[in-house]
Each structure stands twice: as structure tokens, then as C-alpha cells.
């Protein structure tokens, strides 16, 4: 079973900031916070990742509260091409148990 | 584009036939995983290579073979398939399998059974 709980959809105005929630209340020390999104009829793409700071890349920027319960990614000029299902993933490091397991995401519309 | 080539994009194969997705990056990643995602859901997770070893098998149906022939290639042989296998296959790799790397993902194998 996924260990995130999303927000199913979510819209949001072109030109402005997307905020999309994550809750991962059962996270462990050794679980990093990993998003991916996917654009319709392609492949899951990778977006950015982190253990407890903040990180920021050309993509976005992403949000982890202190206890680690919950975070945000933030898509800071949202266009119509990042319309996709986002997903966040709390991943093990280390060991065999290191794989992606997607849950349901959250639907994420771009309008003008 | 994407580094993860996957062929071919789309795939329609008789419930007899034998067929073989193939996947190849050559990012020098030495992990690679193949997942099936049914439409309007997440993908699932199948097999997982590491080191040309397979590691993880989902408890994926016999019908489904894969094979890692070497470290920049990954196949998935079909036979005897269903139509509930009609999905999109996804291919993906990673520097190393113990999740200290991201993925990278193919845009998938569209299959149809009929």
C-alpha cells in the first residue's frame, strides 16, 4: 500500500503558484520524500527529491515540515504543459526495499 | 525525448502469440525495472534488475519473462497473454537499485490482447 495520502485534483490559474499537498504521517528516518509527475500518454517524470531540507531545482521546490510528516511540492509559474498527474512517494534507501511505489497522485489542471 | 528508449510504442498480439517488449538507456545505469499501468491508475511495479541479477520479482504471472541480456538493455517476453494484460508496459532505470538514485522512465510499450 502507498504510504501518501493526496489530494485527488487540484486546479490551478496559468501565471500563478502551484502548492500540491502530500501527507506522509507513517514516513522513517531512512525514507526520502520523491515526486514524479506524469503528462498524459508518457512516462513518469522525475521532479525532485529530499530527506528533511528543503531542495529547489529548475523544476520546482519542495517543502518538508520539521517532523517530516507531511510535505509541498511548489511549481512557482504553472503552465498549461505542467497540467499531469503529480505523484509523491516516500521511498527506502538502502538495501532491496529501495523501489517506487506509486499511489494515486493528484490530478493537477492548468487553466488559462 | 527521453533517455529510456522503449520499443515498440505500440504493441496489438493475439492471446497465442509470442512478443517481446524491449527497453535500452545508455545512461550507464545498472538497475532497471519494468512496470504495467492500466488505464487511469498508477503503475505497478513487475520486475526489478540490479546488476543484470534479477532482484525483485512482484509476483508477476509466468507469462511475463524478462531478461536483462546486459547492463544497457532490458526485455519482456509474452506468451499466452490475456486481454486484462492490455496496458501501458514502462520501462525504467537508475544509477543504483537501493533507492539513492531517481528513476528514469520510458514513455512505454502501449499493448492490446486481443
Known amino acids: 500500500d502507498a504510504k501518501t495520502t493526496q489530494p485527488p485534483s487540484m486546479d490551478c490559474a496559468e501565471g500563478r503558484a502551484a502548492n500540491l499537498p502530500c501527507n506522509h504521517s507513517?514516513?522513517?528516518?531512512?525514507?526520502?520524500v520523491y515526486w514524479y509527475r506524469q503528462i498524459h500518454s508518457q512516462g513518469p517524470q522525475y521532479i525532485i527529491h529530499g530527506l528533511k531540507n528543503n531542495e529547489t531545482n529548475e523544476m520546482a521546490s519542495l517543502i518538508i515540515t520539521e517532523d517530516r510528516k507531511s510535505s509541498t511540492l511548489i511549481l512557482p509559474h504553472a503552465t498549461l504543459r505542467d497540467t499531469a498527474v503529480y505523484y509523491c512517494?516516500?521511498?527506502?534507501?538502502?538495501?532491496?526495499?529501495?523501489?517506487?511505489?506509486f499511489g494515486k497522485g493528484t490530478k493537477l489542471s492548468v487553466k488559462p | 525525448d527521453t533517455e529510456v528508449t522503449q520499443t515498440p510504442k505500440h504493441l496489438v498480439m493475439g492471446m497465442t502469440n509470442k512478443k517481446s517488449l524491449k527497453c535500452e538507456q545508455h545512461m550507464g545505469h545498472r538497475a532497471m525495472y519494468w512496470y504495467k499501468q492500466k488505464a487511469k491508475k498508477p503503475p505497478e511495479l513487475m520486475f526489478v534488475y540490479s546488476y543484470e541479477k534479477l532482484s525483485i520479482n512482484e509476483s508477476v504471472p509466468s507469462r511475463f519473462s524478462p531478461e536483462c541480456p546486459n547492463s544497457s538493455l532490458l526485455n519482456l517476453h509474452l506468451h499466452a497473454l490475456q486481454p486484462e494484460d492490455s496496458a501501458l508496459y514502462l520501462c525504467a532505470s537508475s544509477h543504483e537499485g537501493q533507492g539513492k538514485s531517481p528513476l528514469h522512465f520510458g514513455n512505454g510499450t502501449r499493448l492490446t490482447v486481443t
Open positions: 507513517t514516513i522513517s528516518g531512512n525514507e526520502y
Open positions: 512517494i516516500v521511498r527506502v534507501v538502502g538495501g532491496s526495499q529501495g523501489n517506487l511505489i
